[in-house]
């Protein structure tokens, strides 16, 4: 065959021919000058980013007869011989098809011996990760201390499977994926060579889809040179690779701006009938939204823009499309991303996510500068309630007694009020008789809770523990009040602590919720009420009679809690 793919024509033959790994060649280019070489280097990295086309430079460069040079120079006969694959002291060893022990035991064999027509032999094992373990043992020794006459150059897209006794013994550089620009940049130096027309937006649509690889843009834009008739356009681009135009996701996402599920729809379909792929559509209007998201927050990032130009449609939309409804977008589309590996029907699934990005979505209509505003506001709120408790301001909470038709009490607009009166009830009477029996029962009861399937509910309990227990009720003190809001929101929850304790000590307790900063608050309260009623009663010789409420606050709170006030 007298044509010979482009790949092949414009394979990099120097060092500034490897587009985008600056970081490697700079290195291998300053070894080579200072004479500074190893013995053995791993290249890894992603397929097309110019790993075994970087080892025949070096393998040049180091045989070059005008060394130490940053460069080979291409016409002397080692370099020339190189370059075509004839000199015998430079070997390219696919490893996939010679993984075995015999192999590389003939390669360890051969390399004491003095290369005949340059000064280093050159082993590159492209695919080295595919060699057997036992291949790889037999290796081990002759690339930690190989003649001085000899350079192993290995090569690789996966160094995990790579033992890490041979990764040690070498200078490891790992390939990046190339840039869009920097795949543009080299395929019009390609084009202009050649004198074939491509435009630019063919270009990018073409690096785009190569995923990083010089290899895989070259081939596309081979591909499209064949399918093109004189000159490659995008739409011919479009054609080829698959992708999907910039005008197609601008319909589409403004359809979806404006809520018209029948223009989505049809204009998926549109797109389904031309032979898009449904995956490769939701590919693209990732990557079209994440780039809207990008220009909204970094506008002038305008070069790390992955899918879109920057026209007046496109930024029209990204000035009337809310940053939050973005996001949602974006959970939607990656969602459906992972289900459609899994879905028979892509395109049902396809159709579902756009019906959910066109429902009106209420949770996240609320602006930036709202969510900022509410800030504010919180903060101003925040400081005149301190100001209010410095200037001794108290807030007097009701002794009246809710109605007794609704067990726990329900949050208000200004935070939760605890059922008050029906805790002192609870402790006129409590005893730490009935609080122990609870307490002794507590763990229990989480764990026959945790198998009746209530782990929701036994998750509240984790921070909460009964502080006070009457003969029919008891206390659960939370640590944190949303802990208890949330509970006492939830009729099933006292209705399951309280069948669950019956059957563990035959008695049906009601079951009163209070957060820890309130139950320490009534508790107090409940003991000065009682300390208030003792010292009013008579006193002989000098001593306090002993009121029988006081004497069941102490047992239950014990003294240290405690304090006698005489009032006069």
């Known amino acids: 065959m007298s044509y010979q793919a482009l790949y092949r024509v414009w394979r990099p033959q120097v060092f500034e021919d490897v587009i985008g790994q600056r970081h490697v060649t700079q290195t291998l280019q300053n070894a080579l000058l200072q004479q500074k070489t190893s013995h053995a280097y791993l290249f890894s990295g992603p397929r097309g980013t110019g790993?075994?086309?970087?080892?025949?430079?070096?393998a040049k460069a180091i045989n070059c007869e005008r060394a130490p040079i940053s460069e080979p120079c291409n016409?002397?006969?080692?370099c020339k011989s190189i370059t075509d694959g004839s000199s015998p002291d430079v070997m390219e060893i696919d490893a996939a098809?010679?993984?075995?022990?015999?192999?590389i035991r003939d390669i360890r064999d051969k390399v004491k011996y003095s290369p005949t027509s340059v000064r280093y032999k050159v082993y590159i094992i492209d695919e080295v990760h595919m060699l057997s373990i036992g291949a790889f043992n037999?290796?081990?020794?002759?690339?930690?201390?190989?003649?001085?006459?000899?350079?192993?150059?290995?090569?690789?897209?996966?160094p995990h499977k790579i033992p890490l006794t041979i990764i040690s013994r070498?200078?490891?550089f790992d390939f990046k994926r190339i840039t869009a620009h920097d795949i543009v940049y080299r395929m019009k130096h390609i084009t202009q060579e050649t004198g074939i027309h491509v435009q630019e937006e063919a270009m990018f649509t073409i690096a785009r889809t190569a995923e990083g690889g010089m290899r895989d843009a070259l081939s596309l834009l081979d591909q499209a040179i064949s399918f093109s008739d004189g000159e490659v356009t995008i739409q011919e681009a479009l054609t080829v690779t698959g992708s999907i135009s910039q005008d197609a996701l601008q319909s589409l996402a403004e359809a979806v701006e404006d809520k018209d599920l029948s223009k989505a729809l049809t204009s998926l379909k549109q797109l389904l009938m031309s032979g898009k792929d449904p995956s490769r559509i939701i590919e693209d209007l990732i990557l079209y939204y994440r780039d809207l998201l990008l220009y909204k927050s970094a506008p002038e990032l305008e070069e790390s823009m992955e899918r879109v130009v920057m026209d007046q449609a496109f930024q029209e939309l990204a000035d009337r499309t809310s940053t939050s409804f973005i996001y949602h977008y974006l959970d939607v589309l990656t969602k459906t991303q992972q289900d459609m590996k899994?879905?028979?029907?892509a395109q049902t699934v396809m159709e579902i996510s756009l019906v959910k990005m066109c429902e009106d979505q209420d949770h996240v209509s609320v602006s930036n500068e709202e969510?900022?505003?509410?800030?504010?506001?919180?903060?101003?709120?925040?400081?005149?309630?301190?100001t209010l408790v410095e200037q001794g301001v108290k807030v007097q909470s009701s002794t009246s007694e809710p109605a007794k038709s609704k067990p726990t009490s329900r949050p208000s607009a200004r935070?939760?009020?605890?059922?008050?009166?029906?805790?002192?009830?609870i402790l006129k009477e409590a005893t730490k008789e009935d609080l122990q029996q609870i307490r002794t029962r507590w763990g229990l009861m989480q764990e026959r809770m945790v198998q009746m399937k209530l782990r929701s509910l036994v998750a509240l309990l984790s921070e909460a523990e009964p502080v006070a227990a009457s003969p029919s009720s008891f206390v659960i003190k939370f640590e944190h009040e949303i802990h208890c809001q949330m509970a006492t929101e939830k009729p099933e929850f006292s209705q399951s602590i309280s069948t669950v304790l019956a059957e563990l000590t035959g008695t049906s307790y009601d079951v009163i919720g209070v957060p820890s900063k309130h139950w320490h608050e009534i508790r107090e309260e409940f003991i000065k009420f009682q300390q208030s009623d003792s010292s009013s009663s008579d006193m002989s010789s000098g001593e306090r009679e002993e009121d029988p409420l006081v004497s069941e606050a102490l047992k239950l709170v014990g003294d240290e809690l405690v304090e006698w006030v005489d009032e006069k």
Do not use: M
């Open 51 to 58: 790993k075994t086309s970087a080892a025949k430079i070096l």
């Open 75 to 78: 016409e002397c006969p080692a």
């Open 97 to 103: 098809s010679n993984n075995g022990v015999e192999e």
């Open 138 to 158: 037999a290796l081990l020794k002759t690339l930690e201390e190989p003649p001085s006459h000899v350079l192993f150059i290995l090569a690789t897209t996966e």
């Open 170 to 172: 070498c200078q490891r």
């Open 342 to 345: 899994w879905a028979n029907q």
């Open 371 to 386: 969510v900022d505003e509410l800030k504010k506001q919180l903060l101003q709120l925040q400081a005149q309630v301190k």
């Open 415 to 425: 935070g939760y009020r605890p059922p008050t009166g029906r805790v002192k009830e």
